[in-house]
């Protein structure tokens, strides 16, 4: 008998999604990350749980709807770390006619099942704060709903739920090879320990690398069906006061978001570049940031210019190539390719998907395979993901419960643990007191408790797993911060090593 009826390579949002689903209908899982979890495109998104106004012009219509419906379903399922964000489009005759838009958002608001999410309205921008930071030009705007989350902890906490309903995740582990007799045969390679496991049957979730697992490791001949796509994000120091964001329209046209993110800053992203090479190594480049500061100098009174950029980053979409051309044609749905074969065990490839759409997508994957299982019926459209079980209007209070608990927290670590850790905050926390009983504090409130809490429970090894996927606090600690918290990890990874 195989160790495992289902073993998932890569952890990023689809695979633990996956990781999660097939745990929960009994399955014994295993998933395979070579790295940190959501290392991957998984913590370089534009972090948006939307349906994507523009696949509409792209006649994208079942991907814009079903991304649609999975807002309010991921929303109640953990409203720490998604939350509604009203979006602000001002009018650009120049680029598209306040017509087509006002259709687009009619058909967005339409398809959109909303019970919670507010519709579209028009505002007046002489009037209306949302006017404020942009160039007098602009007089009118429509604003409508999506949502925002956290894309790197909504990635951790598929893998804590997977985890805690038995699945095994196995972080820093490279899958090496695999064999494919009637179960898989898995050489795993973890910082140099060499592993076996085996499986009844195998997904390959590695996002870009899709096909070059195929290749070196699967050594299957080449099959040239994806399409990598580059995009990247700036963040410069926040752009205006209130807590919506815009979406501005570009001359190519394209859209860029201006998005308030952690407090001080506007994250503004993204491009759409063809790319090749490592997806391992991917930087944004010069004239992506030039492109990106471009677009909102033309809309905002204040310029943005490359100096003003006080972090960077890029990812790799992987697109299933339907024979388009330009990358921005090529559809964003996903696909599922199942090759069974008599007598050998199967294998399920994920290309492409979204962030928005990796619950229902996991539920797919589940479908296809079913066959191969005891019945099961889905659950994952109700069930809420670790600390996500209160109201998805509930953070406020919750941050006001945690502050009448724990009155030694600020309301700014309050709210960033509650946002972090939802209902489970008191895991951190614990029996404390006094700001004192959490430890030593690295900065910006990081504290020791917190940092054993993410070792332990959340496979953080490094300070980038730390401060860059399970929190963004890389923006706010120095780097002399930095290399205390790198003592500190280290310490505490020799201890249980
Ligand atoms: C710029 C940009 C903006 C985006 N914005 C949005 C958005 O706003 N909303 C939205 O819904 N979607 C968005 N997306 C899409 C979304 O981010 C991706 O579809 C999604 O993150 C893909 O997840 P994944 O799990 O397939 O891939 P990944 O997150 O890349 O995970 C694959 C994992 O496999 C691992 N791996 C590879 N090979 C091996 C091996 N041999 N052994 C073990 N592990 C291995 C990798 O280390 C990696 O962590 C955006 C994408 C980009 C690039």
């Known amino acids: 008998m195989a160790d495992f009826d289902l073993a998932i390579i890569g952890g990023g949002i689809n695979g633990t999604g996956i990781a999660r689903d097939a745990a929960g209908r009994g399955l014994r899982v295993v998933l395979v990350?070579?790295?940190?979890?959501?290392?991957?495109?998984?913590?370089?998104?534009?972090?948006?749980?939307?349906?994507?106004?523009?696949?509409?012009?792209?006649?994208?219509?079942?991907?814009?709807?079903?991304?649609?419906?999975?807002?309010?379903?991921?929303?109640?399922?953990?409203?720490?770390?998604i939350r509604p964000l009203r979006f602000v489009l001002p009018i650009n005759q120049a680029r598209r006619s306040a017509m087509l838009l006002r259709l687009g958002l009619l058909l967005y608001d339409w398809i959109g099942w909303r019970k919670?999410?507010?519709?579209?309205?028009?505002?007046?921008?002489?009037?209306?704060?949302?006017?404020?930071?942009?160039?007098?030009?602009?007089?009118?705007?429509?604003?409508?709903?999506?949502?925002?989350?956290?894309?790197?902890?909504?990635?951790?906490?598929?893998?804590?739920?997977?985890?805690?309903?038995?699945?095994?995740?196995?972080?820093?582990?490279?899958c090496v090879r695999a064999e494919r007799t009637d179960v898989w045969r898995l050489v795993l390679?973890?910082?140099?320990?060499?592993?076996?496991?085996?499986?009844?049957?195998?997904?390959?979730?590695?996002?870009?690398?899709?096909?070059?697992?195929?290749?070196?490791?699967?050594?299957?001949?080449?099959?040239?069906?994806?399409?990598?796509?580059?995009?990247?994000?700036?963040?410069?120091?926040?752009?205006?006061e209130h807590d919506r964001a815009y979406i501005l329209q570009t001359a190519d046209r394209r859209v860029v978001f201006a998005i308030p993110f952690e407090r001080d800053f506007t994250l503004i992203g993204t491009t759409d570049r063809a790319f090749t090479g490592d997806p391992s190594n991917v930087?944004?480049?010069?004239?992506?940031?030039?492109?990106?500061?471009?677009?909102?100098?033309e809309y905002f009174r204040v310029p943005v210019g490359s100096a003003d950029v006080v972090w960077a980053f890029a990812g790799v979409r992987s697109l299933y190539d339907d024979g388009a051309r330009k990358p921005q044609d090529i559809g964003r749905d996903y696909a599922l390719i199942l090759d069974e074969r008599f007598g050998e065990a199967p294998i399920l490839?994920?290309?492409?998907?979204?962030?928005?759409?990796?619950?229902?997508?996991?539920?797919?994957?589940?479908?296809?395979?079913?066959?191969?299982?005891?019945?099961?019926?889905?659950?994952?459209?109700?069930?809420?993901?670790?600390?996500?079980?209160?109201?998805?209007?509930?953070?406020?209070?919750?941050?006001?419960?945690?502050?009448?608990?724990?009155?030694?927290?600020?309301?700014?670590?309050?709210?960033r643990l509650?946002?972090?850790?939802?209902?489970?905050?008191?895991?951190?926390?614990?029996n404390a007191t006094a700001r004192a009983d959490l430890g030593i504090d690295f900065g910006a409130d990081l504290t020791a408790a917190e940092v054993r809490y993410l070792m332990t429970e959340e496979w953080a090894q490094t300070t980038d797993d730390v401060l860059w996927r399970r929190s963004k606090l890389g923006l706010r600690l120095s780097a002399d911060e930095t290399a205390a918290l790198d003592r500190f990890m280290t310490q505490a990874n020799g201890a249980t090593a």
């Open 349 to 415: 490839t994920v290309y492409g998907g979204k962030i928005t759409t990796y619950r229902s997508l996991a539920e797919d994957v589940l479908d296809r395979l079913s066959h191969f299982y005891p019945r099961s019926r889905p659950w994952t459209a109700s069930s809420r993901l670790p600390g996500g079980d209160f109201p998805y209007d509930g953070l406020d209070a919750l941050i006001e419960q945690s502050q009448t608990r724990w009155p030694f927290l600020s309301a700014n670590f309050a709210r």
């Open 116 to 174: 919670i999410l507010p519709g579209t309205r028009e505002i007046d921008l002489v009037t209306d704060e949302a006017g404020l930071p942009l160039k007098p030009r602009f007089h009118h705007a429509f604003e409508y709903s999506d949502c925002f989350a956290d894309d790197a902890r909504l990635v951790v906490l598929n893998a804590v739920d997977a985890a805690e309903r038995g699945a095994a995740i196995r972080t820093r582990t490279r």
């Open 189 to 240: 390679n973890a910082r140099g320990r060499r592993e076996v496991v085996t499986a009844r049957v195998l997904v390959n979730a590695a996002g870009a690398w899709i096909e070059s697992f195929a290749e070196l490791v699967l050594r299957q001949p080449p099959r040239h069906r994806l399409r990598l796509d580059k995009g990247s994000h700036i963040l410069v120091r926040r752009l205006f």
């Open 33 to 81: 990350e070579q790295n940190d979890l959501a290392s991957g495109t998984s913590s370089a998104s534009s972090k948006l749980i939307h349906g994507g106004l523009r696949y509409l012009e792209q006649r994208e219509f079942r991907l814009v709807q079903a991304a649609l419906r999975e807002r309010e379903v991921l929303l109640r399922s953990a409203p720490h770390l």
């Open 283 to 297: 930087l944004p480049a010069g004239e992506e940031i030039e492109y990106l500061c471009g677009v909102a100098s």
């Open 418 to 430: 509650v946002r972090a850790y939802g209902a489970r905050v008191d895991r951190v926390l614990g």
